[in-house]
């Protein structure tokens, strides 16, 4: 079946995770900050989306802006940075402005020429998910931005890729869905969704039930693939 949507998880995808902490670190005063910004990008991510996991499987939900930050408070206690309340906070803040890919607004402008539907399908909380789409200014290409807490659990649950469906009226073999992470482009696989992995980093491929259709370094050929599928 032809594709007519194209849904796109939002952190890491979208937008920079890394760019919240890089640009801290430019910011004047922020030596300490500056040699250790990597550590924390990486860090705050990969435990933001375990604390994510781990409430998933627990059925202790939260909404993403409290994981956000609990994950953002291990990554500055693993830094040795835990004792400067302000930097936390203007990490904080800037994760409100991540900014895009530098390819995201071209490739969804190619989208909408296509009259294809496009969509964010997030853990994000609404109010975080609107901060960074109006940062970006991509809002006026998204027909929709969906947030996990319309069902109170986060990904890989089926009741997040329900979402889709339920809102586009379209069949998951209909859906062009593009992840930055394995694991969701992985369970999106298995949930019958056409899938794209973007493997920025060049990770190996995860071992999970389903496996993406497709691995790119980047999203610029997204249109291509959907016109393909």
């Known amino acids: 079946m032809p594709i007519t949507t194209c849904v796109f998880d939002a952190y890491g995808t979208l937008f920079d995770v890394s760019a919240a902490a890089r640009d801290a670190a430019d910011e004047p005063g922020r030596d300490a ?20 996991w781990l ?4 059925g202790t939900h939260t909404d993403f802006w409290q994981v956000t930050q609990d994950g953002l408070d291990w990554a500055l206690e693993a830094a040795g940075l835990a004792d400067d ?4 906070e203007r990490l904080l803040a800037l994760y409100w402005e991540l900014s895009a890919y530098p390819e995201v607004p ?8 296509r009259d294809l539907a496009t969509a964010i399908l997030s853990n994000g909380a609404p109010e975080m998910l609107q901060g960074a789409v109006g940062s970006a200014g991509i809002g006026e290409q998204l027909d929709a931005v969906l947030s996990v807490e319309e069902v109170g659990v986060f990904k890989p649950a089926r009741a997040v890729y329900d979402m889709v469906g339920q809102r586009f009226g379209c069949t998951p073999e209909q859906v062009l869905f593009v992840s930055s992470n394995g694991w969701d482009a992985g369970f999106a696989a298995a949930y019958g ?8 980093a060049g990770a190996p491929l995860d071992r999970l039930p389903g496996r993406p259709a497709h691995v790119l370094s980047d999203l610029t050929t997204i249109p291509e693939i959907a016109a393909d599928a």
């Open 55 to 58: 409430r998933a499987a627990a």
């Open 85 to 88: 309340p302000e930097l936390r």
């Open 193 to 200: 969704f056409v899938t794209v992995w973007v493997n920025r």
């Open 106 to 113: 071209a490739m969804l402008a190619k989208l909408k020429q």
């Open 33 to 52: 900050l500056k040699a250790k910004w990597g550590d924390i990008a990486r860090d705050w991510r990969l435990k933001q989306l375990e604390y994510s």
